[in-house]
């Protein structure tokens, strides 16, 4: 991992699911931010440059599909890595991410330690 820890934004409406992400990743070395919905996440990545956003796909507002598109065409968010962090992992939900460019699927419920080797595998160039 480079000097300065990488930065990850962590997008869920749930606080209890946000809380345990952040708190695993930072126990890791990770820089977390928190959004709660994917409006708020848009608002805050540019500023944030993270190197990973975690997004769950069921949001209020904006979900995580519309998000990620919108990461995605923004200049300032293009290579940032995405993850979502979700139950709907069935074939069609995975396509869509595909078509998306989204870099990796957990499903939950989740083993935060999974994540967290998700998260570093992407950080460091690997496949996740």
């Known amino acids: 991992m480079n000097a300065l820890p990488a930065r990850v934004l962590v997008v869920d409406d749930d606080e209890v699911i ?43 507002r904006l979900d995580g599909w519309s998000a990620a598109e919108s990461l995605r065409a923004d200049d300032r968010t293009r290579e940032c890595k995405l993850v979502l962090v979700t139950a709907r992992a069935q074939g069609d939900d995975r396509q869509r991410g595909e078509r998306i460019g989204v870099d990796a699927y957990v499903t939950k419920p989740f083993d935060p330690d999974e994540l967290v080797d998700v998260i570093r595998a992407l950080v460091e160039g690997e496949p996740a």
């Open 18 to 60: 946000r809380e345990l992400i952040r708190l695993n990743l930072e126990l890791e070395g990770f820089e977390v931010f928190a959004a709660v919905d994917g409006q708020d996440c848009l608002e805050r990545a540019g500023h944030i440059a993270p190197h990973v956003v975690t997004l769950d796909v069921m949001m209020p």
